[in-house]
């Protein structure tokens, strides 16, 4: 079983920056898969980004070139580096996780993922 714990959310204004973190318990967190969703109001949640245990990564179009997955095996830890945001990005943010087995495979769909956190809210004014 693995926890999940998202932080970092909070209020800024466009234009602003943000950094989530989401600290997971377990011990084999390396070989796991991490992303992060969002859902806004009135919206289903959709998917943002992806890391798997290489360092590979994967963005949706909408934050490609604004946002940054990274993580830190050492600290069970991913993060997300948001940059210039907009009112549009204000959803709640999800962290998930799925055991990739050090697989090269990228995971899009929540479907997959067997672990979430609680979400954090992220709110962008103009």
């Known amino acids: 079983q693995v926890q999940l714990v998202e932080s970092g959310g909070g209020l800024v204004q466009a234009g602003g920056s943000l950094r989530l973190s989401c600290a997971a318990s377990?011990?084999?967190?390396?070989?796991?898969?991490m992303g992060w969703f969002r859902q806004a109001p009135g919206k289903e949640r959709e998917f943002v980004t992806v890391i798997i245990w290489s360092g590979g990564t994967y963005y949706a179009d909408s934050v490609k070139g604004r946002f940054t997955i990274s993580r830190d095996n050492a600290k069970n830890t991913v993060y997300l580096q948001m940059n210039s945001l907009k009112p549009e990005d204000t959803a709640v943010y999800y962290c998930?996780?799925?055991?990739?087995?050090?697989?090269?495979?990228?995971?899009?769909?929540?479907?997959?993922?067997?672990?979430w956190g609680q979400g954090t809210q992220v709110t962008v004014s103009s």
């Open positions: 377990g011990r084999t967190f390396s070989r796991y898969a």
């Open positions: 998930a996780a799925i055991d990739g087995y050090y697989s090269g495979r990228y995971y899009y769909n929540e479907g997959e993922y067997d672990y």
